[in-house]
């Protein structure tokens, strides 16, 4: 792409204000400022409340209590049983050693770690996630053998990962993540007599850290319209809350962090509940978010603003209306990075149907789903039962044709923000809970080709491609310019979808798709280039 059209497409379709904010965030990491700002070692401030013991804190977000009384999940505590051997399971799937260590030395500043290789593989063991199975565990079993692993894995980490040295520092959100599962699981681990007072204070002090590392950057997060904002916001919310009196900045990042959490929800989920990621993981990733900002807002007798309400209903609306009922799936549409914040009630890391069940009662008022092992989530979240709605109402960004077990859809966006995959047109296709044409989704993000996120590509969808082109000008790893834009159409057959989108205007073509349900079970897509 020419520099002038590349210019003038980022500031039509990214914005100067955002483009601006990145380019001073660049500056600062090329420059040595951010180094300044975020110094080897970390902030004094923190070695104050190291001296300041176990004060009493009662934020307690999430119930625990819940879990011995409302049974597990299938599988019980494999998980938790892998780590008392040192093992976990990364993305839900195959088993390995739980290790915080990296492929390369980690004696230097994080601004020296930007874009390695398999980077989310060294973050994943490092955000904590496997804590909650822990917690979970020792909630029904009350084993002490659950919260000596959390405290030394913690400890390990402190050890191997000095404040803001090496790649687990490189993210103000992987701190944020990593922070917020430290403050889920404490309160499980409180009164074992592993959690010693050395060791709150070691908590204490490694929060105050954490929050300073997200302060910095936080330019740069907003400049992303994306899943960092709302995490680093939610991160400042728990720190606060967490700190209380322990640090005089609390009550200042709890009221900052709703707010900038809000306004990120206004600004990045439509009017149809389509998350500016356009990716149903991180669709998904936002929502459990908000659910846990909301259960920190429950417990101070607050909620989200109406607005803000109205915006995460319609977001369980888009979700809920591609659910497979019987895989509990999703399509894999547009980036997926394998992240399941909370685990709890989910068959697999694809399985959706926690989250939109624990969704629907906190942003709808109402179960979506039956009772089953997916109420788990919402249990643990102090959500309770509902009135439950059949059918559930649809969304007005989603359209299917078909029935429960046999159906399919078209992918047809408005692009406002930053596309995730050129798929405009894919069709998919699902039979008895098996997605039969499907989205193959991401792989990795950065990795030697031809691994180096591929499947965004036009060519790896089920849709059509105009001289091997990509429908929208691919300009690096997660910007698309030139954006493709798709219209649905009129159909006359109550059994027939159809939608056009713009993304080979530059050959002079329109691509318009016909996508008809023949029953039983069979679907004819029609495709014309005009």
């Known amino acids: 792409m020419r520099l002038l059209r590349k210019i003038t497409l980022l500031v039509k379709e990214i914005g100067l204000r955002d483009l601006a904010s990145y380019a001073l965030y660049a500056f600062q990491v090329r420059s040595g400022i951010m180094q300044l700002r975020t110094p080897l070692g970390g902030s004094h401030r923190a070695l104050i409340l190291i001296k300041q013991g176990d004060s009493h804190n009662p934020f307690h977000p999430v119930n625990w209590q819940s879990i011995s009384t409302t ?7 494999k998980d938790s049983g892998l780590l008392l051997e040192g ?19 980690l004696d230097q500043h994080w601004t020296k770690y930007q874009d390695k290789s398999d980077i989310k593989l060294t973050w994943e063991p490092a955000r904590f996630l496997w804590a909650l199975d822990l917690a979970k565990a020792y909630a029904v079993e009350k084993d002490e053998r659950y919260p000596e692993i959390f405290w030394s894995r913690f400890e390990d980490f402190l050890r191997n990962n000095p404040v803001n040295t090496g790649p687990n520092w490189s993210s103000g959100q992987e701190a944020a993540i990593r922070l917020v599962m430290w403050i889920l699981a404490f309160p499980a681990f409180r009164g074992s007599p592993q959690t010693t007072p050395r060791r709150v204070e070691m908590l204490k002090n490694a929060v105050v850290q954490h929050a300073e590392r997200i302060l910095p950057t936080r330019a740069y997060a907003r400049s992303q319209h994306n899943n960092h904002v709302l995490s680093e916001a939610l991160g400042l919310v728990y720190a606060g809350a967490f700190l209380g009196s322990d640090d005089p900045r609390s009550d200042k990042w709890i009221r900052g962090g ?56 319609l977001a369980t609306l888009w979700m809920t209306s591609q659910l497979d009922t019987t895989s509990g799936w999703l399509p894999n ?22 989250t939109v069940q624990a969704a629907s009662r906190a942003f709808i008022g109402i179960d979506s789903l039956p009772a089953g092992e997916w109420n788990e989530l919402s249990d643990w979240l102090g959500l309770p039962p509902a009135e439950r709605r059949t059918p559930f109402p649809d969304s007005p960004a989603i359209q299917k044709v ?24 894919h069709a998919e296709i699902w039979h008895d809970g098996v997605n039969l044409a499907r989205d193959a989704g991401t792989y990795l993000y950065n990795d030697p080709a031809p691994w180096q996120n591929p499947f965004d590509r036009t060519r790896t969808h089920n849709t059509v491609t105009v001289d091997e082109k990509d429908q929208m000008e691919r300009v690096s790893r ?29 050959f002079g073509i329109t691509h318009i798709r016909s996508l008809k349900y023949l029953p039983p079970a069979d679907f004819l897509i029609t495709d014309r280039m005009v």
Request: some cysteine; proline content about 5%.
């Open 258 to 313: 709703i707010s900038e959490f809000e306004s990120a929800i206004l600004q990045q989920v439509d009017n149809q509940g389509v998350y500016s990621q356009h990716s149903a993981n991180y669709q998904r990733m936002m929502i459990q978010l908000a659910m846990l900002l909301d259960t920190a807002l429950r417990q101070q007798g607050k909620s989200f603003s109406p607005k803000v309400m109205e915006k995460l209903k």
């Open 478 to 506: 997660f910007l698309w310019l030139d954006q493709a834009q798709a219209t649905w159409l009129k159909c006359e057959n109550p059994n027939e979808i159809c939608a056009s989108h713009d993304g080979y205007r530059r």
């Open 87 to 105: 093992s976990y399971r990364p993305f839900r799937g195959a088993v390995q050693k739980l290790d915080f260590a990296a492929n390369w030395p």
């Open 333 to 354: 549409l547009g980036h997926n990075d394998g992240t399941l914040l909370l685990p709890f009630g989910s068959q697999d890391y694809r399985d959706y149907r926690p």
């Open 402 to 425: 078909g029935g429960t077990r046999t159906w399919a859809s078209l992918r047809s966006a408005r692009f406002t923000k930053r596309p995730a995959h050129a798929d405009q047109l």
């Open 71 to 77: 049974g597990t999940s299938p599988g019980g505590f």
